[in-house]
């Protein structure tokens, strides 16, 4: 071997021998640090008062072979005397009576008093609130936190309290209240006062402009059933959410597994109230329930017992215009899974009234449903049609006039902005309607439908199907009816028969305005006059008085009627033709019959002398034509003006005014006793031919008297005849002639000049 060899080996053996010595010395440095860690970390000595501790406690509560909760400890200190334990870092978990929680009180140190069975814990105490499923599933994500102090929990009952103030924090909001009671047996936890609840994160759909407003819930205490999980919020219980508020005595949530609302109960006379940009919303009933779909969103809402509702436009501010609404239930069905209204029914002695300045409108009916489609903008509804299945009734007023409409079934529809646009009504349909004072309008049909215009008052109401109208003791029927609001005039078609006490008349179609007692018939006009002194303007005879034309024009106020276009009177014997036949019923003029153009005219006349020539036996007819007639009933006595020519069977007149002059017969029809003609008279009977200015005739003496100008009778077998006065009568041709010569008398075959 040699020395550089010799040297490397004991270079090696040296540090070999250094490495060993270092491990030696570190496996005892280990050890003497344990040995320091161990006691740096051992439990101070036992106080002298410490009976035991120990690293672990662990107690549970089992019934039926299924564990109620569990209590679990870090550590447990046991005092001597037995009366009291401290446990550190406590653990408290609840799995219910059925197992279907899993609910978990922690803090750090408790008192326990095994006697007693009494865990008082006076620090900060969290309780978290979860089901078991949602524990397994998704844990901690849908959690009810809980945040007290000075809590105690008796491990006989198993329930929790403390009088302190609570904050509590669910998946979608915050609270706060004063004092907490938990029974783990039955998994209900109460607030005990002053609760305070706010909703800080939306529902689906609840953000339509960007924002959203906290809901915010206060109730005198709260109950919440794990369970079951109900929430029930007591009296005086108050929901307020923007300009949204609800006022009740009693508050029920039924909420699904993921603890969002499912169902809310509010009882109480409740009150909803919502102020708007437009106007106040309230609605008042016994009881309201509300539904919400499985992704939160509202499925419907049932309003019962006493339901009422107001609306205020909110300017100006002192109008005293309001819309009303009651009913017995209400029920609001949504469309699912959208926010968007379906239908609202409401049934059960409905009543909605609307008052304002200019008018008032009341709606009556045992059930109305209103149906709403979607608008165009996302989340918002559009009120389509108002049902009215069963009887209804639905009036107007205002300070001239009001209207009733009523039907077994009435059907409205509303136009983009929600206000009334049409109204249907079917089968037993009455309308009522009255101008101030005057008398009311009554009609009946199958069939209704009414328009409305921009501002909510009615247009124009049209009737159909066997209609039948009443005002005063005046009654109408026609297939179809019109009343136009702004003019106040009604319109029948269809085979109209318009009838009162004193007359009946059918027309192709007629209008009358309420208002004024106008009417127009146009069509085969037929009138029956059923009173013989009918306002006094036909009394010619005891018979019904007829008349026809192709138009009427009338008014029942004033009492006239004109009766133009081939019109035509007859009564008994008597007739007239013309192109216009006026009665004037009323007033100055009262009892006047006025006929104009190409007026023909029959009329009978008193019987003559015996001898004279009355021609066959029967009345003696005279037929008169003229530009004009008009009759008075008062004085008896027709005045035919414009080229009258008057013409019977005893002689003939002509003149440019003819009086005739009627008497009572024994019959009671009315017959012409005598005539008077003036201007440019000629008088015709047989081959005779009298002129003068003036002529009068008289039925019953059977004569002509020619007076006025220079009275001249042509005969043939005379010659001419002249004097201040000729009279000549029809029985013996005997003529009298007056002159200033005195008084002759002249017959027929013997002539004096």
Not at 121 to 139: K, M, N
Not at 414 to 440: K, N, T, Y
Not at 509 to 518: D, L
């Amino acid at each position: 071997m040699r020395i550089t060899d010799a040297a490397r080996y004991a270079r090696w053996s040296a540090l070999a021998a250094i490495l060993l010595v270092a491990m030696v010395a570190g496996v005892y440095s280990h050890r003497a640090w344990k040995a320091y860690r161990a006691k740096q970390n051992a439990p101070p000595p036992v106080p002298t008062a410490v009976q035991q501790q120990s690293a672990q406690f662990t107690f549970s509560k089992v019934e039926k072979d299924r564990t109620l909760f569990t209590v679990r400890a870090s550590r447990a200190t046991e005092f001597k005397g037995g009366q009291k334990s401290l446990l550190e870092d406590v653990w408290i978990t609840v799995f219910g009576s059925r197992e279907q929680r899993f609910d978990n009180l922690h803090t750090r140190a408790c008192d326990y008093g095994p006697d007693t069975g009494l865990i008082v814990c006076t620090g900060e105490v969290r309780i978290d609130l979860e089901s078991a499923e949602e524990a397994r599933e998704r844990p901690g994500e849908r959690v009810i936190q809980v945040s007290t102090s000075h809590v105690s929990f008796d491990t006989k009952t198993g329930e929790a309290k403390t009088d302190q103030t609570i904050a509590f924090r669910t998946p979608d909001g915050e609270g706060r209240a004063v004092g907490l009671t938990y029974s783990t047996r039955h998994g209900v936890v109460r607030l005990l006062s002053d609760v305070r609840l706010t909703l800080t994160t939306p529902l689906p759909g609840q953000l339509t402009n960007g924002t959203f407003e906290p809901l915010i819930l206060t109730s005198s205490s709260l109950e919440f059933r794990r369970s079951d999980l109900t929430i029930r919020l007591h009296a005086p219980v108050a929901a307020r959410q923007n300009s949204k508020s609800l006022q009740a005595g009693e508050l029920a949530i039924e909420m699904d597994r993921h603890l969002r609302a499912r169902r809310v109960v509010a009882d109480g006379a409740p009150r909803l109230r919502s102020a708007e940009s437009d106007g106040m919303f309230e609605l008042t009933a016994e009881k309201l329930t509300a539904a919400f779909g499985p992704t939160g969103l509202l499925d419907g809402m049932t309003a019962e017992g006493r339901v009422r509702g107001s609306y205020r436009p909110a300017a100006p501010a002192n109008s005293k215009d309001e819309d009303r609404l009651a009913a017995d239930r209400a029920e609001l069905e949504m469309q699912p899974g959208r926010g968007i209204g379906r239908s609202v029914l409401l049934s059960g002695n409905v009543l909605v009234e609307r008052d304002r300045k200019e008018d008032a409108q009341r709606l009556e009916t045992p059930q109305l449903e209103l149906v709403f489609s979607a608008a165009s903008t996302p989340q918002s509804w559009q009120l389509e049609r108002g049902e009215m299945p069963a009887s209804a009734r639905i009036s107007g007023k205002t300070a001239a006039q009001s209207t009733q409409a009523s039907a077994q079934r009435l059907t409205t529809f509303f136009g983009a902005q929600g206000q009334v646009r049409e109204l249907r009504g079917q089968s037993g349909v009455e309308v009522q309607r009255r101008i101030g004072a005057g008398p009311e309008l009554q009609s009946n049909s199958r069939e209704l439908v009414v328009r409305f215009g921009p501002r909510g008052e009615w247009s124009d109401m049209e009737q159909t199907g066997s209609v039948r109208v009443r005002h005063g003791d005046r009654t109408a029927q026609a297939e179809r009816s019109r009343i136009v609001r702004a003019t106040d005039t009604a319109t029948l078609d269809g085979s109209v028969v318009l009838s009162d006490p004193e007359a009946r008349t059918t027309a192709r179609n007629t209008s009358f305005n309420q208002r004024t007692g106008e009417v127009r018939a146009e069509g085969d006009v037929r009138t029956t006059y059923l009173r013989v002194d009918a306002g006094g303007a036909l009394n010619l005879g005891p018979q019904p008085a007829h008349l026809s034309s192709d138009r009427l024009l009338g008014n029942l106020n004033a009492g006239r009627a004109i009766y133009s276009g081939r019109a035509r009177l007859w009564q008994g014997d008597a007739t007239v033709e013309a192109e216009t036949i006026e009665l004037l019923r009323q007033g100055t003029q009262q009892g006047q019959l006025i006929a104009r153009g190409n007026v023909l005219a029959v009329f009978p006349q008193a019987a003559g002398p015996a001898g004279s020539r009355g021609g066959p036996a029967g009345p003696d007819l005279m037929r008169v034509r003229a530009g004009s007639l008009t009759y008075s009933s008062a004085d008896r006595r027709a005045r035919l003006e414009q080229g009258v020519n008057a013409q019977s069977l005893q002689g003939q007149i002509s003149a440019g005014t003819v009086d005739l002059f009627f008497a009572a017969g024994g019959n009671g029809v009315q017959q012409i006793s005598r005539a008077l003609a003036t201007g440019n008279v000629i008088v015709r009977q047989g081959d005779r031919r009298g002129t003068s200015e003036q002529a009068e005739y008289s039925a019953a003496e059977g004569k002509f008297v020619l007076f006025g100008g220079r009275p001249t009778l042509y005969d043939a077998s005379r010659g001419t005849t002249t004097g201040r006065q000729l009279t000549f009568f029809f029985a013996d041709d005997t003529i009298v002639m007056d002159s200033e010569q005195g008084t002759r008398t002249l017959t027929r075959h013997r002539v004096e000049k």
